[in-house]
């Protein structure tokens, strides 16, 4: 097996990828950790390469058109709570928050958030879409399981989930990372109607 190599941020060895600039974070046998510098006017053309990829984002827009655009397909409008998010996106990032996507041959197939609720290791995970017009078995738990890890290596005792019942594939992720269904009196949108939490046990939860 090959040496797994991971650098500090102020360490990490600086690339150019068609024309994007690059920090490589990790390398291993198979996967990848690169934080891209994207600026305006920059475009990776579809590619390959032997590592599966997985992305996070520190300040940018894209992930909330690709929600928006997940939102609207399945309910017809966002709505307050969503335009709240995404308008303190930034915010949230700069506070703890991370988000995931699953990206394969330059197109993303899945996202996920992970944000922290206060200060007393409560965290949301939210806004996990997929990508209607493509394949994507397997990328929605990819970037849920990259959500979970965040926040858990960042403090987080209890997880918690807000949905809705008719996105079946969703609470099936759910429920396969062991979350347990809760009533609310108050699930904060209109299209809210079940709510999900995570106990994180003590030997996981991150001192």
Known sequence: MKERTIVKKADAKKKTFKGVNLDSLAV?????????????????????????QCGYVISGKYFIQFNTDWIEDNFGYLEDEDLDTFHHIDDSLKNG????????NGNVLA???AKPLGDDGLWELCKLGSNKHLPHKGAGSAVF??????????????????????????????????????KLED???????????YMVPCGEASS
């Open 28 to 52: 291993g046998e198979k996967s990848m950790v690169t934080k891209m510098n994207y600026i305006i006017g920059n475009h990776a053309t579809e590619h390959t390469h032997p590592h599966e």
């Open 97 to 104: 928050a991370m988000i995931y996507f699953a990206v394969e």
């Open 187 to 197: 699930y904060e949108y209109v299209r809210g109607d079940i709510a999900f939490e």
């Open 145 to 182: 399981e990259a959500a979970i890890n965040w926040a858990i290596m960042h403090g987080a005792k209890k997880l918690f989930i807000l949905s809705n019942s008719k996105l079946k594939a969703a609470v099936h992720i759910y429920e396969k990372y062991g979350f347990h269904e809760i």
């Open 111 to 113: 996202t996920c958030m």
